[in-house]
């Protein structure tokens, strides 16, 4: 921290800012020089909010959404990190640690954090690099700026696989049981030791570099290949619940689950979401499907405001679409129901939703009715 840095923090205690959230991120600056950079930065990065202190106010501020505070910068943090997907400070990097340090709490909830040196001729990645999207932020703040990044990642250094991200990007996610091994995997990956990685599902261009992967990496057609040859860790993509004999790949293996399964939905008015929601899981065990691999409820737009449909996607953090009957009449289905067509203009509704939605004309499950609740099942094609 420079004397000038501490003076002004020592000098502005007292009065606790205001923020006003916006945007995704927060730009803060405390010198002239830092102000200067992060106006320039604002006009390019309209997702960013600017606070800077009131004595470098230009008179311009209330309308161009710039925000000014007359107390201790130390005390913006407290409401900055819960408001906020990133920050981006014009202060030094020895004041930003002592000031965020008693706000931090864990990689999985803590902002990423870009700081900028007083001649913008640096961009640093500091914190949450790679949950919280720094390493990213930083890359854009520098080409920005035209300042030189700096990212000390190991798996953004060696250009490999980021285990803690690994088709986040796709909507991916790891298993639960697989979070206490992302630590040890990702070792494996930047030391270099023999990575096996299976994909039986989900998108697969994920590689995002602009080299050819380390051989240290080696990509197996099937778990039963991968265990035989011996890996000192895995990744594993699929949404299938792994059978007993394919779990030593998960000694020191993490697994994901890619968004594939599309579920199409039936049920009467009024069904609970607690009904419907005991159907999804018990088709998915009887499957050995992973919940996690779900992506989307489809159904006929006659449900399209039905309360346990809406409550079950929202408690997962699934799409939710509906098609008209004429759109699902499009659909080839096994058995078309007058029934079901004299009450909704449609000869089906889950398994015509499934097939419209996953873009596969054979479904895994085509119909099954329970209780109130009739399903279907297919994987995105």
């Not at 960013?48 to 130390?74: C, P, T, W």
């Not at 980021?162 to 995997?185: A, C, I, M, Q, Y």
């Not at 691999?293 to 699934?318: F, H, M, N, P, R």
């Not at 889950?350 to 419209?356: G, L, M, V």
Request: with cysteine; net charge negative.
């Amino acid at each position: 921290m420079s004397r000038t840095e501490t003076a002004i923090i020592e000098l502005m205690e007292g009065v606790v800012p205001k923020i006003k959230q916006t945007g995704k991120y927060a730009m803060v600056a405390i010198t002239k020089h830092g102000v200067e950079m992060a106006r320039s930065l604002k006009k390019k990065f309209p997702e960013a909010d600017l606070y800077y202190m009131s004595k470098f106010a230009h008179g311009d501020e209330e309308a161009a959404g710039i925000q000014l505070f007359n107390g201790s910068v130390r005390l913006l943090f407290p409401a900055l990190f819960p408001a906020y997907e990133g920050l981006i400070l014009f202060i030094s990097l020895g004041a930003v640690v002592r000031m965020i340090a008693p706000v931090l709490k864990d990689k999985k909830t803590d902002p990423g954090v870009v700081v900028v040196d007083d001649r913008g001729q640096h961009a640093i990645s500091v914190l949450s690099g790679h949950l919280g999207g720094a390493n990213e932020l930083t890359r854009e703040v520098a080409a920005l700026l035209g300042a030189q990044p700096v990212i000390t990642t190991a798996s953004d250094v060696q250009k490999t696989i980021p285990v803690d991200l690994f088709g986040r990007r796709f909507g991916w996610r790891w298993d639960p049981d697989s979070e206490k091994k992302l630590t040890p995997v990702s070792a494996s990956v930047v030391n270099e030791e023999h990575v096996a990685i299976i994909q039986e599902s989900g998108e697969t261009d994920w590689w995002m570099h602009d080299t050819p992967m380390p051989p240290s990496l080696k990509i197996y057609d099937s778990i039963e290949a991968a265990i035989e040859a011996s890996p000192d860790a895995a990744l594993v993509i699929t949404h299938r619940i792994l059978r007993p004999e394919e779990m030593p790949i998960l000694e020191n293996g993490v697994l994901y689950r890619p968004k594939v399964i599309a579920l199409g939905i039936g049920c009467n008015r009024g069904t609970a979401a607690e009904e419907i929601e005991s159907v999804i899981k018990d088709t998915l065990n009887e499957l050995r499907f992973s919940i996690w691999s779900v992506k989307a409820i489809c159904t006929i737009d006659l449900k399209k405001d039905e309360a346990g449909l809406l409550s079950v996607c929202d408690k997962y953090g699934w799409e939710f679409v509906y098609y008209t009957p004429q759109e699902l009449n499009e659909m080839n289905i096994e058995e078309p129901s007058e029934t079901v067509f004299k009450f909704t203009g449609a000869y089906g509704v889950s398994e015509p939703a499934c097939k419209r939605y996953s873009g596969n004309e054979k479904l895994v499950l085509t119909k099954k009715k329970s209780g109130n609740v009739t399903i279907s099942v297919g994987i995105l094609a």
